[in-house]
């Protein structure tokens, strides 16, 4: 199959609709963002690699970064972690402090911004420097230099008052063990990082491969913990559109505000799209119809 000839025909396709959806203005900086940019990146476990558009150009990956942020919490406590954040979709916001009180300060899942903060809460915990621990494991699985974008980081801490106010929720309900301040800083810090499409998609394969980082053949995760974590992306990886992307796209995967999408297909290939502007629903409105098409044409789903 040519999967080149695929990518550029859906780059064509979709670059000559209207690009339609909505900048996240509740965060400025990624306001700024040129909303034309448009990348694809698809990569195979045998190392074929297959790219269009603005696939190697940074951007913030957002709520993308909790699926590394897990991978870390689940290494570090084990099966203990869902005594703390469940396993269900949301069917609500993804901020919302209204189902975080009717479950009574559990939130529903890790991807849900009340249960990354949980998350944030355990790495601090069990981490000397949860930062910095955060960015090398982030690294390691790219298999280069990654880095939080500082600009990004101060225009979240300075607007991020929902955040806020379901840390102190959580706190409440005696759901973190850290100060609220220093909990929402490592928070902050996660969904500032910058990465590429390429870089993204080469991140993703040790989910892909069995939670073996196939960049130096290191066992990150056990094999029952990258099954768990692959079925949270399936049912829970889109906020409130989870089961849209499940029924439409067939892989498991996870958005960030910031216009990215991974998904992957275990023990084959991991692709990655980038397109800012996003649809009611927080996701990506170019990138999940890129998806779509790509499932569709190529017929490699897992269903």
Known sequence: MNYQEILNEIYRQIKSRPNEGELPGYIPELALVNPDKFGISLQFLTGATYEVGDAHEPFSIQ????????????SMV??????RVGVEPSGNAFNSLVQLEYEKGIPRNPFINAGAIVVADILISNASNPAQELINFISKVANKKIQ?????????????????????LLKSYGN??????????????????????NELASAFKYLCNGGINPHCNQQL???????????????????????QFTYKVGLPGKSGVGGGIIALYPGKFTIAVWSPKLN?????????????QFTTDSQLSIF
């Open 78 to 83: 084990g099966k203990k972690i869902f005594e």
């Open 176 to 197: 973190l063990e850290n100060e609220v301040d220093v909990v929402l800083d490592l928070y902050f810090r996660m969904c500032s990082i910058s990465m590429s499409c």
């Open 63 to 74: 709520s993308i970064a909790k699926v590394f942020a897990f991978s870390m919490a689940i």
């Open 280 to 292: 009611p629903k927080g996701n990506s409105l170019r990138g999940m119809k890129a998806l779509e």
């Open 148 to 168: 939080y974008n500082e600009n990004v980081f101060q225009s979240e801490k300075k607007t991020g008052f929902r955040n806020a106010a379901l840390a102190n």
């Open 221 to 243: 995760l056990s094999l029952s913990q990258t099954k768990r974590l692959n079925a949270l992306m399936q049912s829970c990886g889109f906020y409130d559109e989870a089961g």
